[in-house]
């Protein structure tokens, strides 16, 4: 649940560094769950439990000459009731954008300022009334991504022949290729299909009732809340790319995410995680993380630094990170030396793939630690997490694997199904996207 989830379509200085991890945090267990004020236009009506909570950091940690815009965010949650457990991640019900929605009223030929009736989010048939600008900004998945229903739905509409026509052909099951190439390639949105057949038109109370309602994004919290009271963070990388065709494509809640000033307002959720740490503090804890795939284990790393300065014992951490550039993306640089400097990280692995002339990644570091991860996961019940993308899980199984072969004396298909049995225990804990 990090960062925008792509598919084929859609902070030696410690206590200077660090004052919220080595300041008792504020207690919340008294405050109430005033979560929405009255305002229609911040109270999404969603079946999960949400919470209206305030932008009060909006920080670039890329150089902003760099062409990947990896960001920092604190939101105050104060007064909200809101609470989360280490490993969790923050649900955001994210908007368009205004000037596109406005764009799109412009051709689609609809008032902005019209007053509409159109369901509540999950609401079980109940119905709201907003303005036109309200219901695509802030509910419509206007530039999500439509499935191949939609076209043949959307047929209905069109006046002109040669648009029904080719909508009906995506719709079937012989238009599969053209469809394939218009949501693989093309990553067409709601918009562009409209904009591309003009002459179908639904009227906005029904487009609205065909695209459906903005899902909330899900990212890992980068932060603990036993270290930083009433406050919540995230660490975030711009989501954007270019089509083939040359048109500009942006990830909807990534845009929205970059675009927050402070003090301004947003309704977020809770979702459970599989990234928990283990139950005995004392368990070694192995963690490899890719790029903003760094996020849980920023959570992980302030949790057991409270524990640590409140005289907990805490197992030793092995901590395995991996970007492009050090200069560029050696994402909570500072804190990490800190963390090492106070002992909270036993040793570190840094893997900046385009700094030499030869890349490095995680799973190479990994194999230089061999003998201690293969004691560590077989001999002393530790725990072995990967964030980030799906591309490094195989060479960081292997690496596992072969571990387990040298040191432990084991054959491939045992070290195989060790691993496998470590999954069934929460030991073995891969959150990839």
């Known amino acids: 649940v990090n960062g925008a989830r792509l598919g084929s379509w859609h902070d030696a200085a410690k206590h200077l560094l660090f004052p919220a991890v080595f ?15 009255q305002n229609p236009a911040l109270r999404p009506e969603v079946p999960e439990r949400t919470f209206l909570v305030t932008t009060t950091v909006n920080r670039r940690l890329t150089p902003h000459e760099y062409n990947r815009n990896v960001f920092h965010l604190e939101f105050d949650t104060s007064g909200t009731g809101l609470k989360y457990a280490i490993g969790e991640a ?30 509540v989010v999950a609401g079980e048939g109940n119905m709201h009334t907003r303005t036109v600008l309200q219901a695509l900004q802030q509910q419509i998945d206007l530039f999500g991504r439509p499935p191949k229903s939609f076209y043949s739905d959307l047929a209905v509409y069109a006046t002109k022949a040669i648009d029904k026509y080719a ?27 409209l904009e591309r057949y003009p002459s179908a038109r639904p009227s906005v109370e029904k487009l609205c009732e065909m695209v459906g309602d903005i899902k909330p994004r899900h990212y890992s919290i980068a932060s603990a809340q036993s270290a930083v009271g009433n406050r919540v963070d995230l660490l975030i990388v711009t989501v954007d790319w270019v089509t083939p065709s040359g048109s500009p494509r942006y990830g909807q809640c990534t845009r929205y995410l970059a675009g927050l000033t402070v003090g301004q307002k947003v309704t977020v959720s809770i979702k459970p995680s599989v990234m928990k740490l283990p139950p005995d503090n004392s368990q070694p804890i192995i963690m490899a993380g890719l790029g903003t795939g760094a996020a849980p284990f920023r959570a992980f790393l302030q949790h057991r630094a409270v524990l640590a300065q409140q005289g907990t014992p805490v197992g030793p951490v092995y901590y395995y990170f991996g970007s492009r550039h050090q200069s560029q993306e050696f994402l909570y640089g500072e804190e990490i030396e800190a963390y090492i400097l106070d002992g909270i990280i036993t040793k570190v692995g840094l893997a900046f793939s385009r700094d030499g002339p030869k890349k490095v990644y ?51 298909e045992t070290a195989g199904a060790f691993l496998e049995g470590l999954k069934e225990e929460e030991r073995y804990v891969l959150e990839v996207y």
Do not use: R
């Not at 052909?169 to 599969?176: A, L, N, T, W």
């Not at 990994?366 to 293969?374: G, I, S």
């Open 23 to 37: 300041t008792p945090p504020v207690d919340t267990s008294a405050e109430t769950a005033e979560e929405h004020p």
């Open 90 to 119: 923050l649900g955001i019900h994210g908007w368009n954008d205004e000037q596109d929605v406005l764009d799109f009223c412009a051709f689609y030929g609809a008032d902005p300022h019209q007053l509409i009736t159109i369901p």
């Open 167 to 193: 909508l009906l052909f995506i719709g079937s099951p012989e238009g599969s290729a053209t469809f394939k190439k218009l949501a693989e390639k093309d990553t067409v949105t709601f918009a562009d299909i």
């Open 362 to 412: 995680i799973q190479h570091l990994m194999l230089e630690d061999a003998k201690t991860l293969a004691e560590m996961l077989y001999d002393d019940n530790g725990v072995f997490y990967l964030c980030g993308p799906t591309w490094p899980v195989p060479d960081v199984y292997e690496a596992l694997v072969g571990a387990l072969v040298k040191y432990k004396g084991q054959e491939p």
